[in-house]
């Protein structure tokens, strides 16, 4: 049997939640992927292998108390049988996926499936054909499963525009929700992707409210969690304030060992112009976890 050797040591505070970058390969070469960015730490490449990971996992679960595990990439789906199995040993297990490699049986946890539009919108990011394929696995699914099925849009200045029709193509789908995020900027970009000021995000972000009113059980962005991303709250929740900086992100370094990076989006990010939705719904949870023990 290996000796498999314990993984980093991050102290000793507990960690609620934690992710994981299981590999960078991927099939797609999506334009506004974060994990290729010139000056990001994600350019090692399956350096750890199943075992010696889903043992680490195990003990970091123990020794820091994380209930919540997010499984990312790449595509996770390339390591099938290790985000799978990983999954399971925690309370609560996700993966984020492109879905093109099927729909994974993970009953009890929760699989979102990245779109970012309707086929015209999407496959121009993503790839020719890849809504379709996209489409096609979700309805081969088992519905009965056990899985939970989100599908997500990470919205940019320039795909925005394709929000309502996205959400028509795919009211049908047999999926549990839609959810929304908007694009991380890293520091000093201005590119057809990323909003200049917070301002110009919040007719996006009335538009998501919209959706919302039309699809109430389709749709399951917060109204409230959007009242903190528009440009009067949002910088009270991002910087040093960032609820994200209580989650354990793990990366895969030059050494074959778990590293821990600023932000889940990079080294370079411009948290000022944040968008992950993410940060903000834990924000508005601490708040009301705050007001609750107040009161």
Request: proline letters at 5%; glycine letters at 8%.
């Amino acid at each position: 049997m290996n000796v498999v050797a314990d993984p980093t040591d991050f102290g000793a505070r507990p960690f609620p939640a934690a992710l994981v970058n299981v590999t960078n390969r991927c099939n797609l070469e999506c334009k506004h992927c974060f994990v290729f960015r010139e000056g990001n730490p994600n350019a090692s490449i399956d350096r750890m292998d199943d075992e010696t990971m889903l043992r680490q996992l195990e003990v970091l679960r123990d020794r820091h108390g994380i209930k919540n595990m997010l499984f990312m990439g790449g595509e996770p789906m390339v390591r099938r049988k290790l985000v799978l199995a990983g999954m399971d040993l925690f309370e609560q297990g996700s993966m984020v996926t492109n879905g093109t490699y099927g729909i994974p049986c993970a009953p009890g946890h929760l699989v979102t499936v990245s779109l970012d539009g309707p086929p015209d919108e999407n496959d121009a990011i993503r790839g020719s054909g890849v809504f379709s394929r996209v489409e096609q696995s979700i309805r081969a699914r088992d519905r009965d499963d056990g899985t939970v099925v989100m599908l997500q849009m990470t919205v940019t200045k320039k795909n925005a525009p394709s929000m309502e029709r996205f959400v028509e193509a795919v009211a049908d789908w047999p999926v549990d929700g839609v959810a929304f995020s908007f694009f991380v900027p890293h520091e000093g970009e201005r590119s057809e992707l990323a909003w200049d000021t917070n301002e110009e995000r919040d007719e996006v972000l009335d538009r998501v409210v919209a959706l919302k009113g039309k699809y109430p059980d389709l749709v399951k962005t917060s109204l409230d969690t959007l009242a903190l991303m528009r440009s009067d709250r949002c910088l009270e929740f991002v910087g040093d304030n960032c609820t994200l900086k209580s989650m354990l992100p793990l990366y895969v370094g030059e050494g074959g060992v778990f590293e821990r990076t600023f932000c889940c989006y990079g080294n370079d990010v411009d948290c000022d112009r944040c968008g992950a939705y993410a940060v903000f719904n834990a924000g508005r949870h601490r708040a009301e976890r705050s007001a609750d023990s107040e009161g």
